[in-house]
């Protein structure tokens, strides 16, 4: 998920800057797309974007701040989603989030490991409540959850 | 472009096509249509569809049709798949079943009974999905096309009736008529508040100004529900005709909808829409050769529950944190950009166009005296057949979680329900006869909300769940006032005194104390409803929070701290516990019964796990 700056995306930045610039309130689109292209939007390229759209960086800063989806350090290869919206919670979701920390080593919430490669969030609600508990990594959705399936799922990356 | 001829051409010619999904027809054609949504999607169901499709080819079928769908609903017994016209039932389908269903059924016009949903059988007979108890209670207006339509065709969302709301409203109605006909309906905000829509509409066409906006709420903050969601995946065309007859009425020629990021589906299956919608002309200029032109463009959430309360939301479009601000003045009044603005709920639009359509009398004769129509539910927790609902105002909770919703599973005890979130309250058995609408849920110190229903049994410990929101609420403060940003954090940590076992009765006080400051000091609706959790636990469940704090127990068993771990004599000394003990607490003689040293146990659940005789409980 986290990708350095290239020229290649720095390339697709500037377009997504030229589509959402000028329209009204261009800001959050840019941010969102800025986190798609790099996984994180780094306080150089707020520094950036401050320039480019005339926003003053405490600004930018202020609002990447804000909104939980925006991060300013970059993620690791795998983002695991444990939900612990209220549905998942009361089929004790927190267990699962137990085990996925216990399973790798030195991996707290919000945090990424040490190598690089998992990055563990908790995350509200990602609407497929039917299937609680439900824990995502990257794309892939895994649901109806019990303790000893963590250890088997997270081998697979 | 599309001209009203060829409206009704596609209407009449495509509805043909797809009549057998929703009356009996005469037929040799069959329809599969498989829910590929949310929680079927993530086990499985794109690759059933490839198997349909693939062996269909292989054995040379004529005359079946595949079809992905929406959300239909009964997300436990996923992936779905119903055979039209029959309509029967396969759920739990895995790639391997497809080759019976298509060589059995499809071939050998044998249903394949050891698939079909266990519910739909009686006796010799098979139900349809329609007279099955989950859907047979159902009343669907908002998700009437959910699981019937496919929803990337706008000629099957045409075929059922499609933008001939909006035509109507266009071309024989007024924009005062339309604004009368939603507020006679009685329809009133699904998305949480409960305000009378038609009133909104009137104050946002009253305002004065040049340029007004239209804004549709798809943020769906409360954790656990999932009903918006399922509307913008499975039938997003219908979201955009009531934004566009809603524009018409206000007098606003731009839309937004604010979708959280968390949904990138809806984002993406709405968006198809939108430009189907552009280029079959019903958004943009000249809709079906008026001077009326609408425009539809979808922004992005990016992760604050604070931001689905209105103003917030207003914040976070015009680019800067979600902060709410004051009201008065309302958004219909000063919303976007400072111009009168209209906002509403996904599900609220979805009622528009059939209200349009069926008219103002149709609509208020569902429900009861000030909760009309009908509400759209997401069933979870612990619940047999979870999923999402939509039900007429007035049925009671014991209808839903103990008829349609199957009640609860693994022989265990229901203790209560929890309706609105994070802003709601947790409901006990003594009230389950209580019918649903928006004032009585009120009365129970719940709220509807946005239609999260969330069902909990005896294992549940009713402070944990205070805690939890709490917890939540903390977290999605904006910390914009001092009541909601200090009142939450205060709260929750007597919450988590009292759940470690170090509370008093003193704490409960407090706790009531400072409830009663949050709600009637902050400044938006988070704060004037966080503690909700806590009030509606602490009036139904006091014997929990005193049983905590006087006993030093948790009865649901539920609370850590409080916990006492014991092997019975069930134990066979078979010491696989004490091997996996991390912290080696237990400790026993080959073949004795083991014992647990409480001083050192750090209460991990690792030795029940792995007990294979059930020695070890809880207490
Ligand atoms: C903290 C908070 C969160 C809210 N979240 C939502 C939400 O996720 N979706 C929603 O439609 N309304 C939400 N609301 C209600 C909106 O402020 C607003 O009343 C609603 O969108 C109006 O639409 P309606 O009249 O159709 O219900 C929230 C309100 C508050 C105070
Ligand atoms: S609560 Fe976990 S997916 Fe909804």
Redesign the pocket.
């Known amino acids: 998920m986290s990708k350095v700056c290239t020229e290649e995306n720095f390339q697709e930045l500037q377009q997504a800057i030229a589509t959402h610039a000028g329209k009204k309130g261009s800001l959050m689109p840019i941010l969102n797309d800025c986190q798609r292209i790099y996984g994180c939007v780094p306080k150089k390229i707020q520094l950036y974007l401050s320039e480019k759209l005339g926003i003053p960086f405490a600004e930018i800063y202020g609002v990447v701040t804000f909104y939980s989806q925006f991060s300013i350090e970059p993620k690791g290869d795998y983002v695991i989603g444990v939900c612990l919206g209220t549905a998942c919670y009361v089929k004790e979701a927190q267990k699962i989030l137990d085990e996925v920390k216990a399973k790798i080593p030195d991996l707290e919430v919000g945090k990424t490991s040490a190598d690089g490669k998992f990055t563990l969030e908790a995350t509200r609600c990602i609407g497929a409540c039917g299937l609680a508990p439900v824990m995502t990594i990257n794309e892939d959705t895994y649901g109806n959850l019990t303790k000893s399936q963590v250890e088997a799922i997270i081998k697979k990356y | 472009m599309l001209t009203i001829e060829q409206l009704h051409d596609v209407k009449e010619k495509v509805f043909k096509e797809v009549a057998l999904r929703t009356q009996p027809v005469d037929t040799t054609i069959n329809h599969i249509c498989i829910c590929g949504v949310s929680g079927c999607a993530s086990s499985g169901a794109l690759k059933i569809e490839d198997q349909f499709k693939s062996l269909i080819a292989q054995r040379g079928l004529e005359g079946v049709e595949v079809i992905t769908t929406g959300c239909m609903g009964l997300c436990k017994a996923g992936p779905i798949v119903i055979v039209y016209p029959e309509g029967t039932f396969y759920t739990a389908v895995k790639p391997d079943d497809v080759q019976r269903i298509v060589d059995g059924h499809l071939i050998g016009k044998e249903p394949v009974v050891d698939l079909i949903y266990e519910e739909s059988k009686a006796g010799d007979t098979l139900l349809s999905i329609k007279d099955v108890d989950f859907y047979k209670y159902q009343k669907r207006i908002a998700l009437k096309n959910l699981g019937i339509i496919n929803p990337d065709s706008l000629e099957e969302y045409i075929a059922y009736d499609g933008y001939q709301a909006l035509l109507k409203a266009l071309t024989k109605m007024t924009r005062e008529e339309v604004i009368q006909t939603i507020k006679d309906s009685g329809l009133r905000?699904?998305?949480?508040?409960?305000?009378t829509?038609g009133m909104?509409w009137e104050f946002t066409y009253k305002a004065a100004g040049d340029q007004k906006y239209v804004i549709c709420?798809a943020?769906?903050?409360?954790p656990g529900a999932f009903m918006?969601r399922s509307v913008l995946e499975g039938d997003p065309h219908a979201i955009i005709e009531a934004m566009a007859i809603a524009g018409y009425a206000v007098g606003a020629s731009q839309g937004y909808v604010y979708i959280r990021a968390e949904y990138p589906g809806a984002v993406a299956q709405l968006g198809k829409a939108i430009v189907q919608a552009k280029e079959a002309g019903f958004l943009g200029s000249g809709i079906f050769g008026t001077d009326f032109g609408f425009d539809l463009e979808i922004r992005l959430g990016a992760g604050a529950?604070?931001c689905?309360?209105?103003t917030a939301?207003i914040a976070s479009i015009e680019g800067f944190r979600g902060m709410p601000r004051p009201r008065p003045p309302f958004p219909a009044v000063k919303g976007l950009w400072g111009k009168p603005t209209l906002?509403?709920?996904?599900e609220?639009y979805a009622n528009v166009a059939q209200v349009i359509l069926n008219g103002a009398d149709w609509f208020n004769s569902i429900g009861t005296e000030k909760s009309k129509g009908t509400k759209v539910f997401a069933l979870g927790g612990k619940i047999k057949n979870t999923g999402l609902l939509e039900i007429p105002m007035g049925t009671t909770l014991r209808e839903v979680i103990f008829g349609i919703g199957g009640g609860i599973p693994n022989g265990k005890k229901f203790k209560a329900v929890q309706t609105g979130g994070p802003?709601g309250g947790c409901i006990p058995e003594a009230y389950l006869d209580t019918e649903i609408d928006y004032d009585n849920l009120i009365k129970l110190g719940s709220m509807m909300g946005?239609g999260g229903m969330i069902v909990m049994d005896e294992d549940n410990c009713m402070v944990d769940i205070a805690k939890f929101f709490l917890e939540f609420t903390v977290e999605e403060s904006c910390g914009k006032c001092a009541p909601c940003r200090e009142g939450t954090r205060q709260m929750l940590r007597i919450l988590e005194k009292i759940t470690e076992g170090n509370g008093t009765l003193e704490d409960i006080d407090r706790l009531e104390a400072l409830a009663k400051t949050t709600q009637t000091s902050s400044l938006?609706?988070?704060g004037q409803?966080a503690a909700n959790p806590v009030v509606s636990t602490l009036r139904y469940f006091r014997d929990e929070y005193i049983a905590h704090v006087v006993d030093g127990k948790c009865p649901a068993k539920a609370c850590k701290n409080l916990a006492v771990y014991n092997i019975t004599d069930k134990c066979i000394g078979c010491t696989l516990c004490a091997r996996k003990c991390p912290v080696h607490a237990i400790a026993g003689e080959r073949k004795q019964v083991h014992a647990i040293d409480p001083a050192v146990c750090i209460k991990c659940g690792l030795c029940i796990d792995n007990c294979k005789f059930h020695a070890i409980v809880v207490e």
């Open positions: 905000g699904r998305g949480g508040g409960g305000f829509t909104k709420n943020d769906e903050g409360d918006d529950f604070v689905g309360e209105e939301l906002i509403n709920n996904v609220t802003s946005s938006c609706g988070l409803s």
